[in-house]
């Protein structure tokens, strides 16, 4: 995401980006479901889809995912938009006016904001929100068949989990000393990193332990450091 390299301050201190006269925040731990339900939005592999959906803009090409099949990415993704810029709720939703011309999407106008943003500009909010929450906007040039059976795997090993996400904030709270109703209010990326730091430092110590017993890993020991 070379593009957004400018932007890597801000993302790294969990602050807001501006960008074309919009101001976009993190998500917060609290928004978790719409950040879960957003997901496949955002990570979208156009390549794995027909060439006609795959030649588009990412827009566009949600937008006829959703008339084609009755999906909500969509709907999903302007919620997690007028999220980001702080727009007031109205009846548990934003403001935000899908704008066409001859049965084409053109963009979105923001009226709270006055202000209108068209397919293009989509394309660089897509990976500012990315970014600052992270998400994983796959490498179109990738094999689509092996990111697929990646993403697969990923799934089978959280459903055998069975995961809750309170659990998963108590945990985090229980092994970062943060207090749990203070991480409700973390960014999204700073909760993600935050766990993933928790799971290499568990990792490391528990995998220190088994080699100082003799043991050894047939790919090699999966924690080497608790930094990186």
Excluded at 6 to 29: C, M, Q, S, W
Excluded at 61 to 75: A, F, Q, T, V
Excluded at 108 to 131: H, K, N, S, T, Y
Aim: with cysteine.
């Amino acid at each position: 995401m070379q593009g957004v390299d400018k932007y890597a301050k801000a993302i790294r201190e969990n602050k807001e980006i501006e960008f074309d006269g919009f101001v976009f925040n993190p998500l917060t731990v609290s928004d978790y479901e719409l950040y879960y339900a957003a997901r496949p939005a955002f990570e979208l592999l156009q390549s794995s889809l027909p060439i006609k959906l795959a030649r588009m803009s990412w827009l566009p090409c949600l937008w006829e995912i959703d008339k084609e099949s009755g999906s909500k990415l969509i709907p999903l993704v302007l919620c997690v938009i007028g999220k980001a810029l702080r727009l007031p709720e109205t009846n548990g939703g934003y403001r935000i006016e899908e704008i066409q011309n001859g049965g084409e999407l053109k963009g979105f106008f923001f009226p709270d904001l006055a202000l209108f943003m068209g397919i293009q500009q989509m394309d660089e909010v897509r990976q500012i929100i990315a970014v600052q929450n992270d998400y994983e906007i796959p490498n179109e040039n990738q094999n689509p068949e092996l990111v697929e059976a990646a993403q697969y795997n990923a799934r089978l090993r959280s459903l055998a989990l069975k995961a809750d996400f309170e659990d998963h904030v108590y945990s985090v709270s229980a092994n970062c000393g943060a207090d749990y109703d203070e991480i409700w209010e973390w960014s999204m990326r700073k909760f993600l990193r935050t766990s993933a730091a928790v799971d290499r430092k568990l990792g490391f110590l528990l995998c220190g332990l088994t080699e100082a017993q003799g043991a050894t890993y047939k790919h090699g020991n999966p924690y080497p450091s608790w930094k990186y």
